[in-house]
């Protein structure tokens, strides 16, 4: 519930993650490190869009934005390694919870397979019928 729109911040941390690795190889002029400051930037506000309030909120905090000049490189390595180091946190958040839903799903399935037919998780069972007695026998 706190990623609104995960398909796009998956998609989002993928292309944060390329970059960083391309950044790490290459050194930037000036209008590169521009162009990357724009696009870490850019990158963040399309983030902000799939999250939940309280997610936005805390990437705000810890994704400081550059000064008005150009950054240096390892300015922008930092900042990017530190959006992908959240992201990747992010998704071990959303894996750990859906392994916790997946885990819930299986007990209670296990639940239900135990029950007797017809009856319903929480639902109480009926008593079991009262022995019958056929037959013949001595009445005294």
């Known amino acids: 519930d706190l990623v609104e729109q995960p ?7 993928s292309m944060v993650k390329s970059l960083l690795e391309e950044v790490r190889n290459a050194p930037l002029d000036e209008a590169g490190r521009g162009h990357l400051a724009q696009v870490h930037a850019r990158s963040i506000e399309e983030l902000k869009q ?3 309030p309280e997610l936005v909120e805390e990437l705000d905090r810890i994704a400081l934005p550059f000064s008005d000049d150009s950054p240096s490189d390892a300015e922008l390595r930092i900042a990017q390694a530190q959006l992908v180091g959240w992201l990747e946190g992010l998704f071990h958040g959303i894996q750990t919870a859906l392994v916790a839903q997946q885990m819930a799903a299986q007990a209670t399935l296990q639940q239900m397979r135990q029950l007797p037919p017809g009856v319903r998780p929480g639902q109480p069972s009926a008593p079991p019928p009262a022995p019958r007695h056929e037959g013949t026998g001595q009445y005294l």
């Open 7 to 13: 398909a796009k911040v998956m998609r989002i941390g």
């Open 50 to 52: 799939g999250l939940a």
